[in-house]
């Protein structure tokens, strides 16, 4: 069974930074992509930053140039380097990745962590 869980997550001033954490358990780790996603209050959930198998990384045009995605293969974890950051990049923040069989997509949540940026 696939199960993730996040942690880092806190209360950080404009400006400071946060490094987020995931370790997954259940799956051949280095064989999936993985992915951080955040949701605001009212918001809908959405994609902020992924890193695939070979390291490839994409990030939300929002974070760009202020959060890196990295993962070590020899822990199972995935992390989220958050700098400069904003008001706005308050959320519930998730751990995901997705396992496909015949066609079929199945998405694996972590519980979430909470990033709160205010002074």
């Known amino acids: 069974q696939v199960q993730l869980a996040e942690s880092g997550g806190g209360l950080v001033q404009p400006g400071g930074s946060l490094r987020l954490s995931c370790v997954a358990s259940g799956l051949m780790f280095d064989t999936y992509a993985m992915y951080w996603y955040r949701q605001a209050p009212g918001k809908e959930r959405e994609l902020v930053a992924g890193?695939?198998?070979?390291?490839?990384?994409e990030y939300a045009e929002s974070v760009k140039g202020r959060f890196i995605i990295s993962r070590d293969n020899a822990k199972n974890e995935v992390y989220l380097q958050m700098n400069s950051l904003r008001p706005e990049d308050t959320a519930v923040y998730y751990c995901?990745?997705?396992?496909?069989?015949?066609?079929?997509?199945?998405?694996?949540w972590g519980p979430g962590t909470q990033v709160t940026v205010s002074s």
């Open positions: 995901n990745t997705v396992h496909w069989q015949g066609g079929d997509r199945t998405d694996y």
């Open positions: 890193v695939r198998v070979a390291g490839m990384t």
